[in-house]
């Protein structure tokens, strides 16, 4: 295919709606359930170690696929291939809306994360050719980031109220009408997106995406098989390592990772979605289990968050990245990410709302608002014009491996206490701990 021409955009401002709200249905379609996670497990008797499949089945495939996803922008053109990730995402949400059992419910969600990640780098490298580098890319920027730091905690309030007045069903529902208003304006609000010469490779694609979604798996499973699927992940994750290297046109291109900044970017994608994606898995079920809120007071009590976030990235970290480095900004967004995860280990079984769980939503809040635009400018820092989907891709599938990988990691480490609290409180820990090492490394490694 030869490249083509981008057409001249009359409505700027709709293009970044349509951008921004398809980012916003594929990052709070991993936290729109989150809520309604209690329900869930009532309604179809799951433990939590089964419970967490329902936000895992989306992040593992969304993780597995978005290598494939941004190639194909990159190569077929951004627009096509963000239709169809739309459609896909909206019809498989109306499948698990209307879903008999858990096993319909979970394959739903796994199709839901195809869909997402063919639409989510078609949209990053979209959001590149609408708006020029300069002023008008950086508050475009802003906004895109804003909207994607928000969308998760975001989607749990949602859920909540869903939850609450509706039930869990519809909370899958807004997501079909969600995605019916961006597929509706995609047309009209985008341009047709540069397609580039070039063909997918089948032998990397197919191997690329079983070794990310098996890595994901064996991480969240346990016992013999998690071992043996973690090893086939990592022999599949080599053959696809070695077929990238010797192939002209990579799924991944390697060369990505000699760039300081886009290696610097992965980490704290990884970070930040292990950090709050983590403490939010944890949220509903000690506010409902143990402070006894209803569904829709949990998702309130996280309005904080969400606001933090938002107004952090789309007032504060656009001028802050006019004065310091993306990667200082993003050394103190994971800190602080870290310190409201640890600000969590003083909640107890009876504890109060404004002392115990405020002021570490507000905390991580801050430090995502700050974090997730720096990350997201620096994962396309040097990168080609060409490349922009697939590096998109990289820095998304490092956020949906460290929302689902280190949600299951804290999951098991929870379960190593016999004290459901104290179990919370050691998954806790180990996110914070984590943030703040991977902070620490960002700032002490050369940037060459």
């Known amino acids: 295919m030869t490249d083509t021409a981008v057409e001249p955009l009359r409505r700027p401002g709709l293009a970044l709606g349509v951008l921004a709200g398809a980012l916003a249905l594929d990052v709070s379609g991993l936290g729109v359930l989150n809520a309604a996670l209690p329900s869930v497990g009532e309604r179809f008797q799951l433990h939590d170690s089964t419970l967490q499949w329902v936000m895992t089945a989306y992040a593992v495939t969304f993780a597995g696929f978005l290598l494939v996803g941004g190639r194909l922008a990159d190569v077929l053109g951004r627009r096509r291939v963000f239709e169809v990730g739309i459609a896909l995402f909206t019809a498989s949400a109306l499948v698990g809306a209307i879903a008999p059992n858990i096993g319909v419910l979970l394959g739903a969600r796994a199709v839901q994360g195809i869909g997402a990640a063919l639409s989510g780098p078609a949209a990053l490298a979209l959001l590149t050719e609408t708006f020029p580098a300069g002023p008008a890319r950086n508050r475009a920027f802003g906004v895109y980031a804003a909207v994607g730091a928000a969308s998760f905690s975001g989607g749990v309030l949602l859920g909540g109220v869903l939850t609450q007045f509706l039930g869990w069903r519809s909370v899958l529902g807004f997501s079909v009408l969600l995605g019916v208003v961006v597929l ?26 079983l070794g990310l979604t098996l890595l994901v798996v064996g991480v969240s499973s346990d016992g013999a098989t998690a071992w043996a699927v973690l090893c086939v992940a990592v022999l599949c994750l080599v053959l696809f390592v070695v077929r990238e290297s010797r192939t002209e046109d990579p799924v991944l291109p390697l060369g990505l990772f000699r760039l300081a900044s886009v290696r610097a970017a992965s980490l704290a994608a ?3 979605y292990m950090g709050s994606v ?8 000690y506010l409902q289990g143990m402070l006894h809120y209803s569904p829709s007071e949990s998702g309130l009590a996280l309005v904080p968050m969400s606001a933090a976030v938002f107004l952090t990235a789309n007032f504060v970290t656009g001028r802050l990245l ?10 103190v967004g994971l800190v602080l990410i870290g310190a409201g995860a640890g600000l969590w280990l003083t909640t107890p079984h009876e504890g109060g709302y404004l002392v115990h769980v405020l002021p570490g939503l507000v905390v991580s809040g801050i430090g995502q608002g ?3 635009p720096s990350m997201t400018s620096a994962g396309l820092t040097g990168v080609p014009a060409e490349q922009h989907a697939v590096a998109g891709a990289v820095n998304v599938v490092t956020q949906q491996i460290g929302a689902s990988v280190g949600t299951a990691v804290m999951v098991l480490v929870a379960a190593t206490s016999t004290d459901q609290l104290t179990g919370y409180h050691l998954a806790y820990a180990t996110a914070a701990g984590a943030c703040v090492l991977g902070a620490a490394l960002i700032a002490t490694r050369r940037q060459a």
């Not at 070039?198 to 197919?206: K, N, Q």
């Open 184 to 209: 509706a304006v995609t047309r009209v609000g985008l341009p047709d997106g540069t397609g580039h010469s070039g063909r997918l490779d089948l032998p990397g694609a197919v191997s690329g995406t």
């Open 322 to 331: 006019a004065r310091y480095t993306a990667r200082t900004l993003m050394v």
């Open 270 to 272: 990884f970070l930040q």
């Open 278 to 285: 983590g403490l939010l898995f944890f949220a509903p079920l």
């Open 370 to 372: 700050l974090n997730f």
